[in-house]
């Protein structure tokens, strides 16, 4: 990203240019905004805010929504044979949660076509009752994973402009910070070597079944785009940061309690470690949000989402000192399913973070940090019986 500071020696109508020789004026670096202010305000202080997708986003976010559906009416046999999930992991591949919903998740590339047509894959085609054959289901799945290349592309820009208007209205986060913890994130990553934690998943969820329990995402924002109802957000009552109070912390899926902070690595920065242990919201905050434009209910409750909705994941609040709330989300069944496309965009975990340039210092781990936030939270997309195993355990660790 551009950061070049020029001098300019032109000096405005009315100043003397002597003075102005001496005076470098630096261009604005980065792009302009792009959220109105109320926006940027709505998600800083609640987590969430509703969006209008760019056009091309918007026009390829369709395209993939037809393309999956069609998808996902393969048989699953050839749905796992194009998108083999990975072992012991709901974030490769596609996943089929019966009498719930069934996902499809990229980090990286998976469904190359030359891979088609290697002895053993045309064995396992012949074998499946595709009325069309393994061609067009090729071309279907190689579609498929084109459309979700072509959205992560535009969806990780638009993310990233965001995390730029947030920075803004954190005072004094250059535009460029962002940049080094989502330098893996800008286009799909060709394989997994080069694969980080940000990933794009499709969800077909089940009428009368499909549902996400309440928690937060793990990562810096996430972009859900949504089809048919069912996506709820946590609205927190009063205005902001300023109006939080202890009733609406969400503390079952706290990322770390005090006693798993024990368990931090040591090379933890302690501005990160802090960070942590501290209040889920922000209540030591010195953004002024409260200028009364705001009206939220007086109590937290659930409300319905907009059909895209922009999310603050764990990370960003901690990057904050959490005076960003992560923005609280379910998903509840509906009489009709629904489908989503969700971009989760994550900070890298190579390398080191350094803390400066989010109002810290010195600089975490990025892969410490990152287990950190993710170690032993319930995963809302494996199977019930797996949940309640990962809730249990969440519990006897508190
Ligand atoms: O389906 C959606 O819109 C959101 C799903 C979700 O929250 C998640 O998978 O983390
Ligand atoms: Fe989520």
Request: charged share 20%; glycine share 8%; net charge negative.
């Amino acid at each position: 990203m551009q950061n070049a500071k020029t001098t300019s020696r032109v000096a405005p109508r009315g100043l003397h240019s002597e003075i102005m020789d001496d005076i470098d004026i630096a261009p604005p670096v980065g792009a302009p905004p792009l959220l109105p202010d109320d926006q940027v305000r709505q998600l800083c202080d609640h987590g969430y805010v509703g969006v209008v997708l760019p056009t091309e986003l918007s026009y390829n976010a369709d395209r993939l929504f037809q393309s999956a559906a069609a998808f996902f009416d393969m048989p699953i046999e050839e749905k796992l044979r194009f998108f083999p999930p990975s072992p012991n992991s709901t974030e490769q591949g596609y996943t089929h949660l019966p009498g719930e919903k069934e996902f499809v998740t990229l980090r990286h590339r998976t469904c190359q076509p030359r891979n088609v047509g290697s002895s053993s894959e045309s064995s396992i085609s012949s074998t499946a009752p595709h009325a069309q054959g393994a061609g067009s289901s090729t071309t279907l799945a190689s579609h498929l994973e084109n459309l979700m290349s072509l959205v992560w592309t535009d969806a990780s820009r638009l993310l990233h402009r965001i995390l730029t208007d947030v920075g803004a209205r954190l005072g004094n986060v250059a535009p460029d910070a962002w940049d080094p913890l989502v330098a893996d994130a800008w286009d799909v990553p060709p394989s997994p070597l080069e694969a980080g934690p940000s990933m794009l998943r499709v969800f077909r969820y089940e009428p009368r079944g499909g549902v996400a329990d309440p928690h937060r995402d793990l990562g810096l924002l996430t972009l859900c785009i949504c089809r048919g109802y069912g996506l709820e957000v946590w609205q927190r009552p009063g205005q902001g940061l300023s109006g939080s109070t202890m009733h609406d912390r969400d503390d079952s899926s706290h990322p770390l309690n005090a006693e798993m902070e024990a368990r931090l690595p040591d090379h933890l920065h302690p501005h990160v470690k802090n960070t942590l242990q501290g209040p889920e919201e922000g209540n030591k905050t010195n953004i002024a949000s409260s200028d009364g434009t705001t009206h939220s209910p007086p109590v937290a409750t659930w409300k319905s989402a907009p059909s895209v909705t922009v999310l603050v994941g764990d990370t960003l609040s901690i990057l904050s000192g959490r005076r960003i709330p992560a923005g609280r989300h379910r998903v509840v069944s509906s009489e009709d399913g629904r489908m989503s496309i969700v971009f989760a965009l994550r900070a890298t975990t190579r390398g080191t973070i350094e803390l400066g340039p989010f109002g810290g210092s010195g600089a975490v781990d990025a892969d410490a940090l990152w287990q950190a936030i993710s170690t032993r939270r319930v995963n809302v997309n494996v199977r019930k019986e797996i949940r309640e195993k990962q809730r249990a355990l969440s519990r006897a660790n508190k």
